[in-house]
């Protein structure tokens, strides 16, 4: 029996209101006075919303609508004064506007289905990857509609990375939920997703100390190269802090933490290694693709900055994996209730091996090799 469902705001319950659109593209050509059309202007809203939609849709987080209208402003080339501020001017008309010319629920009966979805004993909740809209202000708008009732907390998403599987698949084997939590946890640890933070800053350390002049860009692509060929640093042929299997284009995260960590370099006295670090990520860009080709699309990712800001602000290496998963206790927890309460099967995932077919040799046959280090 289904207990509880879970409704996506555009894809099920609402269709976009293009007069909105229009006039919210309208209130940013008149505020800023700029040539640009109006449908240049929505445009460039529509592709900062994608970014910053497939940030919240994919990964556990929810980036706030302010950082979108800052990120817009920076990009439409205008003289501000205080970007911030205009940020906030922006997104208080969008909000605004977006009351006064709502989305149109895709059929008329919506709220008489949800009514007897709630008298029937089915939980409901609704959640949004909407990058250019604050949470109260869609709760507004279903108040305004008279279907806010019908709605409980939305606490997590329903995309999941690995660590957030891992939680899953734990809980589908019928464990408790602090096992649930340790997976999570477990795979928090691993240097290819929560650790990597710390790998990126290690390598940023070990450059730092190979190379003596920080702008001597051949010596900082010998390095790179090194690197990618596992011939140097932890020789895993990996560069941390570059690529992402969602955001290649570019990492809204990385965008936000790199005004913060040059803001914050600056305060410390330590421009020289941010400009260090910032050319470390252009030229690994260029290293990576030329070893796997120019249609190799990557760009730095949260992780190339924030083992850098983690450091100048004064914590221990040994705290950064710790605050990543204390930020990500309540979506898990979100993600083991949904999984225990409304699946009832094991999470049996196919493996699709390719081993490598061998002779085989009887045991008797067989020797072992053993080298033994007498220094």
């Known amino acids: 029996m289904i207990k509880h ?33 109006v449908s240049e202007i929505e445009q460039l809203i529509i592709e900062k919303d994608k970014i910053f939609d497939k940030q919240n849709e994919v990964e556990d987080t929810k980036l ?11 990009n439409l080339n205008v003289l501000s004064k205080n ?6 001017k922006l997104l208080e008309a969008s909000n605004q506007l977006f009351l006064e010319n709502p989305p149109k629920l895709l059929n008329e009966q919506i709220p008489d289905i949800l009514e007897k979805l709630v008298s029937s004993g089915i939980t409901l909740s609704i959640g949004s990857n ?19 009732k019908y709605f409980s907390l939305h606490a997590e998403h329903s995309e999941g990375n690995n660590s957030t599987f891992s939680v899953r698949v734990t809980a589908s084997a019928g464990t408790d939920i602090y096992s649930s939590i340790s997976a999570g946890i477990a795979s928090l640890k691993g240097n290819l ?21 920080w702008k001597d860009m051949d010596k900082i692509d010998a390095c790179l190269i090194d690197i990618l060929n596992g011939q140097a640093f932890d020789k895993s042929g990996l560069i ?76 221990q290496k040994e705290l950064y994996i710790a605050l990543f998963a204390m930020s990500r206790i309540v979506g898990w927890c979100a993600h083991y209730i949904d999984e225990v309460t409304n699946n009832k099967k094991i999470i049996r995932p196919v493996s699709n091996s390719k081993p490598i077919e061998k002779q085989y040799i009887p045991i008797n046959d067989r020797t072992i090799n053993l080298q033994i280090n007498n220094s």
């Not at 099920?12 to 800023?32: D, G, M, Q, V």
């Not at 710390?198 to 003596?212: A, D, G, P, S």
């Open 240 to 315: 941390y802090g570059i690529g992402h299997s969602i955001y290649a284009d570019a990492d809204p995260r990385a965008m936000i933490l790199k005004k913060i960590a040059y803001n914050l370099a600056n305060e410390k006295g330590r421009s020289d290694e941010f400009n260090f670090g910032e050319l470390i990520g252009n030229r690994a860009i260029e290293q990576i693709k030329n070893k796997y080709g120019k249609q190799k699309i990557v760009s730095p990712n949260i992780d190339f900055y924030s083992g850098f800001i983690y450091e100048m602000i004064g914590l």
């Open 5 to 37: 469902i879970s409704f996506d705001f555009w894809q099920t319950l609402f269709c976009s209101n293009p007069i909105f659109r229009k006039k919210r593209a309208e209130f940013i050509k008149t505020y800023f006075n700029i040539d640009k059309s």
């Open 83 to 88: 970007i911030q501020q205009d940020a906030e």
């Open 193 to 213: 997703h929560g650790e990597a933070c710390v790998k990126c800053y290690e390598m940023f350390i070990y450059l730092k100390n190979t190379i003596r002049d």
């Open 130 to 148: 909407t990058g250019f809209v604050e949470g109260k202000t869609l709760r507004q708008l279903l108040q305004n509609l008279g279907i806010l």
């Open 64 to 74: 706030p609508a302010l950082d979108m209208f800052q990120s817009i402003v920076e």
